[in-house]
Every structure is written in structure tokens, then in C-alpha cells.
């Protein structure tokens, strides 16, 4: 999968690049608007990250040149402004999805997924990992041979965890998606904390291997090595 | 004292001078218009003084004629030997005969005469008075009488000059107009000066103004008399100067609390790094002092979050959206959310009231403003500890939410500044439960911002919040 990132700060374009390719992306850098819609126009990419304030041409109008042109391969816009008409415009404009700076990477990298994936796929019913294994349809979880009792918020990290499995969740995510909560602010991540210990405390703490992990300063992960 | 006021630049004229112009121009109309009228009314009643005389006078001259032994008309000119007035001793005499012969004619005419031949019915039944021209051009008051003496018809005629009348009406008007422009001088000069004095607290008030910046922004102008219309605007300056006065110290201790808050998670980052590269550390080292750094990172980004917010709502580009929804209801969904955390404190949260309490008001902004409080409430309630929740209809018509919980309350002194950005009761209180300081200013702006009510007063145990917005009524 190639990805194009359109971005003009260096450092931050450098370490989209590293971060995608770790996650085995092949990623090429434009450092001005210009050049990322000649590069977009010549080039065959799967996706492209689009910086909106970019020096000359900005990001909405190299967006809009680009649709003309009928490229037709999924955009993310990246702005560090969060107003909301920002946020239409770059929608109307042909923008697939939108994320304000400063952005947690592993959010960076789920959108990514999503767009390159074209839509979530379901779930798959049935997930399991080392020796916990989750039912959606029955809504239940065992690990091992032992059932455990889950609160439907738990069960809903849960879920949205193997979703993501072996990939960083971070809060922001998990605000969006499982609290479906736009307006982001410090008690939820007091209360996101809360319910992670809890659903810690039920799958992981009698067992062995430690599965949800905590990556500190990221968000959390549900893999069986602690790499 | 010619003015000449052209609008346009009348303008750009100071006003002590726009004044000191209108009295001028007003008065001086008036001085001219009063001459003009006293004049009038004076050689008006002068000529009917003449006339008088003259009929006085021709009735006099009818005893005074008499036929000589020769048959020519004569005069007894003794009787002016105790004339009374001056006005006799002016007065032009002409007799003549119907068929316009001259009778008689007294010195003073010498050869001239009172208009030439009589015109029919003159002086009969009444005097006739009139103006005629005599020969030297000046105009002459003239009344006539029939009368009959010795059997023969005559005319006397009695002329008085006119001249007299009109040079008095002159000599008036000429003291009035040698009068009028030092009249105007005085005027203007006092006007202009009532005009400076009842300006000058103005003047001062201007300099004083322009001198006020952003640096000294507590002076204030001086007021000479509070009473009146220029005390009254230098009152309302001073008011604004305090309002402005105010909103800048305000800002300047939000600027200078917001790079506090900023800073801090900023030296963090830096002295976690920092003493991080002194060494050889391992792996798993490295991947915790990273962690630590972002840590900080999510800090100064909700802290930022939150600057934004506040800077948008004070500039007023979040407009709340109206809609009606149960009180109740929202209530439910903030307490489910929160909930967990006073759990881990094993508190618990009571929610009673009325439950059918329709509030028209932003549903976003009311949720976040209750969470704010409702995280506070978690915060400074003992392990153990219990909330309140009521929600109802408050006083007539204020759906209200009181939130009360069971902490070390809020002294009085801090209750006003609560609400302020950044206040912290304790200044030694932990980030743990200190939070970003801007919790509760974002829960009041967004009461506010929806023409709802926050308070705060200590009840029973400790804190209680009551938040009111207007209530619903179908």
C-alpha cells in the first residue's frame, strides 16, 4: 500500500513516514502542495495525508484541483484548526476523513486502516487471543475455561479492542467510538482509565499471559507478547 | 460684526466658538430687528405729533387772520411773541382763495409755495393732511381748512418740514448702530468666555484621556460637577475605564496563569528528557521516559483544548443550540457517566426530584457543564462519601439542578472567585485533583452562554452547585 504524505513540516512529515512504514506502509513525503499534486497526478498512491495549511496553494484548494483532476484514491485532511466550518468544508471538498492536530498516532493509523479498508469490516463473531475469546452475538467472554461476567461498557472496550487487536487503542479513540463522544475532555479519560482497570482486573489479573496492556503515554493494546 | 458661518467648516469649529458665533448672530438679529421696530414706532407716533400740531395750530392761525385796511389778508404775528413750543416757529403758512389766488403767505415760506391749486373738497370737513415736496426738495407735513371770513372763502394751509422727524428717527438709529457692535463685542466676549469655563472640565477631561493606555488604565477623570451633563459623561467614561480596567486585568492574570499552566508540563517534558539522554539507559527505560513525556503531552493538549474553548466562547463564535429535552434524562446520562469514578471512591450518587422537568436550553453544553461540576463534586467528596443529585423546578419558572456533595464545602471568600479561570481554592492542591483549573469556568460559560444561572453556597455538609436555566412550558 502506498501512501503519500503532504505535509510541510518536516519533522512531523517524518515521523508520519517512519510510524506508517513501521506499520508496513511504503510512504513518499511532499513537502509543499505543488508537488504533492504532481505526485498524486503521476503516481499510482492508495492514499494520500493532506496538511491544509500548507505554504502557496493550501490544502483545500490542492484537494479540490486534485477531485477535478479525478483522483479518486481516499484523502485524510490534517489542520490544526478545530472549528467545525473547517471541518464541512474540507467534507464538501472531497475530503474522506479529517484529523486535528496535535493527533495521537495510533488514531493516525486506525483512520488509515478504515479509509485504505474503505469502511469497518465487521467484526468478525468470533474472536480469540492466547486463551480469551469473545462472542459478539452472545455477548459473552471466557477465558480459558472460565466464564467472566462483563458490564456492557467492558464488554464494549472489549469488543473494540479485538477489533484493533495487537494495534495501540488511545483514549481519543475510544471516547469516539465507544462513548461516542465528540467533545473530548479530562473526566472522560478519568472514566476511560476507570473501566480499562476494571475490564483489566476481570480478564487479565487471576491469568497468565497479561493481554490488555497499557503502552504508557499512548493508550492501551490487547496483544499476547509484551514486545 | 459681520459672521459669516459656512456650514461645513462650522463644523470642524470648536464648539466654545460655534457657540459664542450663535449667541452673536442670534443677538445681533434681535439688536437689529428691536431698531428697526423702535424706529418704526417712533416716526409713526412723530408724524401723528406733527399732525396734531398742525390741527392745533391751524385752528390758532383762523383767530390770528384778519383783512388790512387795504383788503389784503394779514397776520397778528404778536401772538408768537409768547409761542409755547418750537414747533409753531417751524411751521410754513400759505392762504389761498378757492380759485387758487395766493392770499397770503408767511415769511418763513418765503417766496414758495404749499402745492399749487387746491384740489376739490380740500379742507372741507376735515384737515386733509398730506405730504407734498416744496421747492428745496424737503418733504412737508401739510393740512388745510375752509374757512370763511368777511363773507370770502379761503384755504389756510399749515406746512410743517418733515425734515425734523426723519433726522430724530436718524439720530436714533445712529446711537443704536454706534451701539450695537460694542453691545457684540461685550457679548461675544462674554459668551465666548461662559462657553470656555462651562467647557473646560471637558478640555481637562480630554487631556487626561488621551493620556490613558492599557498601562494606566486605573487612572480617572476628574469630575468638576457631578450634576451636570459633562459630570454626567465624565461619570460614564470613569464607569467604562472601570469595566475596561477590569476585563484587562482579567486578562492579564488569565495570560499569565495560562503560560503558568503551560509551562509546567512543559518543564516536565523538557527535565524527563533531558536527564533521560545524561546516561545509558535501557530499552524499557527509554520506552518510559517517552511514555512520561507524552503523558505530558496529553496534558498541555486538553490544556490547550480547553484555552480554545474558552477563547472561542469569549468571542463569541459558539453559538448555543435551542432545543427543549428532560432535565431528568440528561442528568441520567452525565451521572452513567461519571458514576465510576466516584465508585472507585466508594461514594455514592443520589439522584431525587422531579423527573417530568422540561428545559428548553444547548443539551451539549448543559451535559458538559454537568459533568464539570459533577467530576468536582467526585473529586472533593470523602472515600465514602455521597452525592446529591435534585433535580425540579426552582422559584417560579428556573429548571434547576442542585448538585450537593458531601466535601470540605467552600469558604466564603472563595465562593465569587470559584468560577474564575484557573482559581484553585488551595494552592498547594495535587494536578491529581487539581485538574486544569478550568473546569468550572467552562461549566459557567456554558450555563451562561444559554441564559441559565451557577451558584454556589455551602448546604449542610458541603459544596452545593445549583445550576438554573428557564424552564419549559408547553
Known amino acids: 500500500m502506498r501512501i503519500l504524505v503532504i505535509e510541510d513540516e518536516r519533522k512531523l512529515a517524518t515521523a ?8 508496513d506502509y511504503s510512504v513518499a513525503i511532499a513537502y509543499t502542495g505543488e508537488d504533492g499534486f504532481y505526485l498524486l497526478c503521476k503516481q499510482a498512491f492508495d492514499l494520500a495525508i493532506l496538511d491544509i495549511m500548507l505554504p502557496g496553494r493550501d490544502g483545500f484548494e490542492i484537494l479540490a484541483s486534485l477531485r477535478e483532476q479525478g483522483v479518486k484514491i481516499p484523502i485524510l485532511l ?5 472549528t467545525l466550518e473547517d471541518r464541512v468544508r474540507g467534507l464538501d471538498t472531497g475530503a474522506d476523513d479529517y484529523l486535528v492536530k496535535p493527533f495521537a498516532f495510533p488514531e493516525l493509523l486506525a483512520r488509515v486502516r478504515a479509509l485504505l479498508r474503505r469502511g469497518v469490516v465487521p467484526a468478525k463473531l468470533r474472536s480469540r487471543l492466547a486463551d480469551l475469546q469473545i462472542d459478539i452475538l452472545e455477548r459473552s467472554v471466557k477465558r480459558g475455561d ?10 464494549e472496550i472489549l469488543e473494540y479492542l479485538f477489533i484493533h487487536q495487537g494495534r495501540v487503542v488511545s483514549r481519543e ?3 469516539r467510538d465507544v462513548w461516542k463522544d465528540t467533545a473530548r475532555q479530562t473526566p472522560l479519560d478519568n472514566v476511560i482509565d476507570v473501566h480499562i482497570n476494571h475490564l483489566r482486573r476481570k480478564i487479565d489479573e487471576p491469568f497468565k499471559p497479561k493481554l490488555l496492556q497499557t503502552v504508557r503515554g499512548l493508550g492501551f493494546v490487547l496483544r499476547e507478547d509484551s514486545r | 460684526m459681520p459672521v459669516r458661518v459656512r456650514l461645513p467648516s462650522a463644523k470642524s469649529l470648536p464648539i466654545r466658538t460655534r457657540l459664542t458665533i450663535w449667541y452673536l448672530c442670534v443677538l445681533g438679529t434681535v439688536l437689529l430687528v428691536f431698531a428697526a421696530v423702535t424706529a418704526s414706532v417712533l416716526y409713526w407716533q412723530l408724524s401723528r405729533q406733527l399732525t396734531r400740531f398742525a390741527i392745533q395750530d391751524i385752528e390758532t392761525i383762523e383767530g390770528l387772520l384778519f383783512f388790512d385796511a387795504r383788503g389784503n389778508l394779514q397776520q397778528n404775528e404778536d401772538y408768537h411773541n409768547h409761542a409755547e413750543s418750537r414747533k409753531i416757529l417751524e411751521r410754513l403758512l400759505e392762504v389761498i382763495s378757492p380759485d387758487g389766488t395766493l392770499l397770503y403767505r408767511n415769511w418763513r415760506l418765503s417766496t414758495d409755495r404749499l402745492g399749487g391749486a387746491p384740489f376739490p373738497a380740500e379742507g372741507a370737513g376735515g384737515y386733509s393732511p398730506r405730504t407734498i415736496h416744496i421747492r428745496d426738495g424737503t418733504p412737508v407735513l401739510v393740512v388745510s381748512r375752509r374757512h370763511v371770513m368777511g363773507g370770502r372763502p379761503l384755504i389756510i394751509r399749515v406746512g410743517y418740514r418733515k425734515d425734523t422727524v426723519s433726522a430724530q428717527i ?6 443704536s448702530f454706534t451701539a450695537l457692535p460694542l453691545a457684540l463685542s461685550l457679548i461675544a466676549i462674554f459668551g465666548f468666555q461662559v462657553a470656555r469655563r462651562s467647557l473646560a472640565p471637558m478640555v481637562d477631561m480630554a487631556r487626561l484621556a488621551e493620556q490613558i493606555t492599557a498601562e494606566n488604565l486605573d487612572r480617572r477623570l476628574p469630575i468638576a460637577n457631578p450634576g451636570d451633563e459633562i459630570g454626567h459623561l465624565g461619570r460614564v467614561i470613569n464607569e467604562l475605564l472601570d469595566r475596561l480596567d477590569l476585563a484587562f486585568a482579567q486578562l492579564r492574570r488569565f495570560t499569565s496563569d495560562a503560560s503558568h499552566e503551560l509551562r509546567t508540563p512543559l518543564a516536565a517534558i523538557r527535565s ?23 503523558e505530558e503531552v496529553t496534558r498541555l493538549t486538553s490544556l490547550v483544548e480547553n484555552l480554545l474553548t474558552i477563547s472561542r466562547a469569549d468571542a463569541g463564535q459558539i453559538e448555543p443550540r435551542f432545543s427543549v429535552f428532560s432535565l431528568r434524562e440528561l442528568v441520567d446520562e452525565v451521572v452513567s457517566l461519571v458514576e465510576i469514578l466516584a465508585e472507585e471512591y466508594e461514594q455514592k450518587i443520589l439522584v431525587t426530584g ?6 428548553r436550553g444547548d443539551r451539549l453544553l448543559l451535559r458538559q457543564a454537568l459533568i464539570n461540576v459533577l467530576h468536582n463534586a467526585t473529586k472533593y467528596s470523602p472515600v465514602g462519601g455521597k452525592i446529591t443529585i435534585w433535580t425540579g423546578v426552582s422559584g417560579s419558572d428556573w429548571a434547576t439542578v442542585r448538585i450537593s456533595d458531601t466535601g470540605p464545602g467552600i469558604a466564603a471568600e472563595h465562593r465569587d472567585k470559584i468560577f474564575q479561570r484557573f482559581y484553585r481554592v488551595t494552592e ?3 494536578r491529581e485533583t487539581g485538574g486544569s483549573g478550568l473546569g468550572l469556568a467552562i461549566a459557567q460559560w456554558s450555563v451562561l452562554a444559554q441564559g441559565g444561572q451557577i451558584t454556589v453556597e455551602n448546604a449542610g455538609e458541603g459544596a452545593t452547585f445549583a445550576i438554573a436555566l428557564p424552564a419549559y412550558k408547553s
Request: aromatic residues 6%.
Open chain 1, 78 to 82: 490534517l489542520t490544526a484548526k478545530d
Open chain 2, 428 to 430: 498547594g492542591r495535587t
Open chain 1, 146 to 155: 472460565s466464564v467472566i461476567e462483563l458490564t456492557a461498557k467492558e464488554f
Open chain 2, 272 to 294: 524527563v528528557g533531558e536527564v533521560s539522554l545524561q546516561g545509558d539507559r535501557t530499552s524499557e527505560q527509554y520506552r518510559d521516559t517517552i511514555g512520561s513525556m507524552l
Open chain 2, 170 to 175: 436718524w439720530q436714533f438709529l445712529t446711537a
Open chain 2, 354 to 359: 422531579d423527573s417530568g422537568t422540561l428545559v
Open chain 1, 173 to 175: 479513540m475510544l471516547a
Open chain 1, 16 to 23: 508520519i513516514k517512519d510510524g506508517l512504514e513501521s506499520d
